[in-house]
């Protein structure tokens, strides 16, 4: 399983990449407007950073313009991927941009039948969000079940990768990779939660007073 960092910010993306085990980077226009700095620069910046993929979205809902946008943010770097909202005019622009080998990420993914049809337009990733659907009373998690099994059934035909997003908790870390997710993009923050345990702390601090106390050296 992947693990991508869901950041805009250059200073955390500098900082958590440098852990070794970052597999790429999701933006969104709220992380993005985040930044207030000029924003062929900010990606262009991110897409140095992070080898992997790094998707970057649309902000137009139309086709057309839909297709513009794409071409602007492609030439910005070679490791972008072209991240759309599901709608129909997001679907189509997948379809033509996984036509010409352009990377895409179909996102606010919220049902089986959407993720169906995103992978049917050829979408490198689709994103179902997890902790959107739980604030609702809906189960995210057996979502990403839902539309692995859907996948798995056709494995000839249906190669899209299920992003799972909208991670709150380490919880649905665990619970998305249990069910087969194929990435998880979550916040610097809840990244660095993921190795916490008390007794890894505990645990260490002892060794560290008996070693003290011991007087040896290596």
């Known amino acids: 399983m992947q693990i991508f960092l869901d950041s805009a910010d250059l200073r ?6 440098g852990y070794g085990i970052i597999d790429g ?15 062929t620069e900010t990606i262009t910046q991110i897409c140095a950073i992070v080898s992997g993929d790094v998707s970057i979205e649309v902000t137009a809902n139309d086709y057309e313009n839909m297709l513009a946008q794409s071409d602007k943010i492609c030439q910005l770097a070679s490791n972008i991927v072209i991240k759309l ?3 129909w005019d997001g679907i189509r622009t997948c379809k033509y941009l996984s036509h010409k080998g352009i990377k895409t990420n179909m996102t606010l993914c919220f049902s089986a039948n959407q993720a169906l049809l995103a992978a049917k337009a050829g979408a490198t990733y689709v994103s179902p969000f997890i902790g959107r659907l739980d604030d609702i009373g809906q189960d995210g998690i057996k979502l990403i079940k839902d539309i692995r099994q859907i996948f798995d059934n056709y494995p000839m035909v249906l190669n899209t990768k ?13 619970q998305a990779a249990l069910v087969g997710a194929d990435v998880i993009t979550m916040p610097g923050k809840l990244i660095k ?4 345990h008390p007794l890894t702390s505990q645990g260490l601090q002892m060794f560290n007073d008996h070693w003290s106390a011991s007087g040896l050296k290596f």
């Open 12 to 17: 955390e993306i500098e900082e958590v990449y």
């Open 25 to 39: 980077l999701t933006t969104n226009p709220t992380l993005l407007a985040k930044t207030k700095t000029k924003l």
């Open 85 to 87: 909202p599901l709608t």
């Open 162 to 174: 299920i992003l799972a997003a909208s991670i709150r908790n380490p919880l649905h870390v665990t």
């Open 193 to 196: 939660q993921l190795l916490e």
